[in-house]
């Protein structure tokens, strides 16, 4: 295992914890247009169905993300979210670059990871303002973070 190879699993865990659902999407879509292989367990996401539904619960993630009502409601589901999307993404990405970890450590980093900076990213959004017309700090911090995840990956 390589330096290169823990920084790009601590990198996709961490967008995980931001950006659960477009990070899953970005580490199949690689798989998918490069012909690499992901796991087994993952294999349905490549699918035109599976790339659908992604894309179908990426959109609703962000547009969840932008309500600090809707984010109250969902907080604690969010943390298995997040945790779950971290450690799939991490085993997708480990599978693609080398395959040598062992399973159990490559979920248990990217779900670490992802829930650790999922909390942090919490707490720092509870002191940010909304806004007035959906267009204050909170919407440019999200924008932010997505491009910011595109960018990660």
């Known amino acids: 295992m390589t330096l290169a190879l823990v920084g790009q699993l601590l990198g996709i865990a961490a967008a995980s914890g931001t950006r659960a659902t477009l990070t899953l999407l970005a580490v199949v879509l690689v798989a998918r247009l490069s012909d690499g292989t992901v796991p087994e367990g993952l294999s349905f996401l490549t699918t035109n169905v599976g790339l659908a539904m992604l894309v179908a619960v990426a959109v609703l993630d962000e547009l969840v993300d932008r309500d600090p009502e809707l984010q109250e409601i969902v907080a ?24 040598s970890l062992p399973d159990s450590v490559t979920w248990l980093l990217g779900a670490g990871v992802a829930i650790a900076v999922h909390l942090v990213r919490i707490r720092v959004l509870s002191y940010v303002p909304d806004g007035a017309g959906g267009l204050g700090p909170r919407t440019w911090i999200a924008w932010l973070e997505a491009g910011g995840v595109l960018g990660l990956i």
């Open 76 to 99: 604690v589901a969010n943390i298995g979210v997040r945790g779950a999307a971290g450690a799939a993404s991490a085993w997708g990405v480990e599978s693609l670059v080398d395959g």
